[in-house]
T-cell receptor
Framework: RKEVEQDPGPFNVPEGATVAFNCTYSNSASQSFFWYRQDCRKEPKLLMSVYSSGNEDGRFTAQLNRASQYISLLIRDSKLSDSATYLCVVNQAGTALIFGKGTTLSVSS | NAGVTQTPKFQVLKTGQSMTLQCAQDMNHEYMSWYRQDPGMGLRLIHYSVGAGITDQGEVPNGYNVSRSTTEDFPLRLLSAAPSQTSVYFC?????????????FGPGTRLTVT
């Protein structure tokens, strides 16, 4: 079983839609959680960290459920500029980040 | 402040050739790592370093060597290139290998082995 698994996608949504991505991780010792964004042929960049209490940054909301080992990302009011691949990432302290394969989002007008 | 830089941006090698991918950061980050990204496989860790003089293997280390003689530089060496090493290589750095921290990625090196 892969350590970090994501919805396969792609997700094709119209502008203004709400879209949710899910991610599960297998190692219960994982300590920190992130969503990264990667544009086509570019490097990944941090979108947001995911905390136990859940956190929001504008149109983006991230949730963490440690008991179920599940992470989610909700994007409200999708924009064309949100089109990208979203990477779920987990870390066990002292080791490197483990990346999911990513979910591709395409927002159309 | 250039962040994480990688050279070259593109490279074509013949099978059996060796080369070094360069990575440098100017943020005084302790932690540096190398990933490869292949279609459908996501980012996979090759090697990482928690500080100068310390390196360790990641998920896919075979065929690659690293060293960390300075805080700033973390070169990745391909010993004898194979077509299976055709990939996009990303170097990343962060302030610490602890819990919550942001990893900064370089722009990537696109390597083709023929």
């Amino acid at each position: 079983r892969k350590e970090v698994e994501q919805d396969p996608g792609p997700f094709n949504v119209p502008e203004g839609a709400t879209v949710a991505f899910n991610c599960t991780y297998s190692n219960s010792a994982s300590q920190s959680f992130f969503w990264y964004r990667q544009d086509c042929r570019k490097e990944p960049k941090l979108l947001m960290s995911v905390y136990s209490s859940g956190n929001e940054d504008g149109r983006f909301t991230a949730q963490l459920n440690r008991a179920s080992q599940y992470i989610s990302l909700l994007i409200r009011d999708s924009k064309l500029s949100d089109s990208a691949t979203y990477l779920c990432v987990v870390n066990q302290a002292g080791t490197a980040l483990i990346f999911g394969k990513g979910t591709t989002l395409s927002v159309s007008s | 402040n250039a962040g994480v830089t990688q050279t070259p941006k593109f490279q074509v090698l013949k099978t059996g050739q060796s080369m070094t991918l360069q990575c440098a950061q100017d943020m005084n980050h302790e932690y540096m790592s190398w990933y490869r990204q292949d279609p459908g496989m996501g980012l996979r860790l090759i090697h990482y370093s928690v500080g100068a003089g310390i390196t360790d293997q990641g998920e896919v280390p075979n065929g690659y060597n690293v060293s960390r003689s300075t805080t700033e530089d973390f070169p990745l060496r391909l010993l004898s290139a194979a077509p299976s090493q055709t990939s996009v290589y990303f170097c990343a750095s962060s302030k610490t290998s602890g819990t919550y921290y942001e990893q900064y990625f370089g722009p990537g090196t696109r390597l083709t082995v023929t």
